[in-house]
């Protein structure tokens, strides 16, 4: 079963046409692909999306992000959401990714999900600007690359929760990137590349802010790329707005990197 939109023997030229646009793209290396996978997949997905994430997955609920449900669990999810997710873990599209990416260093998938899997944000939901944890919390890699797939239908902008990418100052926002349905965002984990979604989420009553979210790791990593030591998320203050102050959120004790009041199957 093919889940792309192109011929899967294509992944190699694509990556290879891509590399430069991934490798130079501000602020940190990133790249947004739409339709890349076909629409029927992604449709069935979002079909048998669960409508009870706050009861069955992680609620988010601190200063620094509200309203945000996550499911990680391979058994609580659809056959077809595992054979898609099995296919963004598989070695066909992981040496896609390394050779868009160019890392050196072999990437590898992460079986257990750790913070990704499904994401929901429903209305009044908004996850402030941050840096992700930069340690596998029981394999003991590096994180190296975020790959977010959106499933959202008709999604205006006004409805918030663009994905904003911020300078390494964290003094601008470089990009505004909307979430509509089959858009794929790649890009690269470091200390520094500050990204997130802090404006609420205001959609039509029964809609929610949908994704796929998946992390990629390696043994080992740059020294350029890691000016701190292993850390959960750091959260980032935006100028001229009431954000907590980033030191708020940052959890020197590794491996606690989810908070203490969520809630958890």
């Known amino acids: ?51 009870n994430l706050d009861n069955v997955g992680y609620e988010f609920k601190t200063k620094v992000e509200q309203k945000k449900y996550t499911l990680n669990k391979s058994s609580l999810l659809s056959i077809n959401t595992n054979n898609f997710i099995n296919f963004l873990n598989s070695q066909i599209f992981l040496e896609f990714l390394q050779k868009l990416t160019s890392i050196k260093e072999k990437l590898q998938a992460d079986p257990y999900l750790e913070g990704g899997g499904l994401h929901e944000l429903r209305n009044n939901g908004f996850l402030n600007i941050h840096a992700d944890f930069n ?71 029964g809609n929610s802010r949908k994704s796929i979210a998946m992390y990629y790791y390696s043994n080992g990593r ?9 850390h959960s998320t750091i959260f980032r203050k935006r100028p001229g707005t009431n954000d907590p102050d980033g030191n708020v959120e940052f959890k020197k004790i590794f491996g606690k990197f989810y908070y203490r009041n969520k809630k958890k199957i």
């Not at 079963?1 to 190699?12: A, E, G, K, R, T």
């Open 1 to 51: 079963m093919s889940f792309l939109n192109i011929n899967p023997d294509q992944l190699n030229q694509i990556a290879e046409s891509k590399q430069n646009e991934y490798i130079n793209s501000e602020p940190f290396p990133h790249i947004v692909i739409d339709n890349f996978f076909k629409d029927t997949i992604l449709d069935t997905i979002l079909n048998e999306f669960p409508n």
């Open 222 to 230: 740059p020294s350029n790329e890691k000016k701190l030591g292993d």
């Open 135 to 205: 340690k596998h919390p029981s394999l003991n890699l590096d994180r190296r690359l975020n790959i977010l797939i959106y499933l959202n239908k008709n999604w205006k902008e006004n409805y918030g929760g663009n994905l904003e990418l911020w300078s390494k100052e964290m003094d601008v926002c470089k990009k505004k990137i909307i979430p509509i349905f089959n858009r794929m965002v790649i890009f690269s984990t470091t200390d520094f590349s500050y990204h997130g979604n802090p404006d609420k989420i205001n959609c039509p009553i």
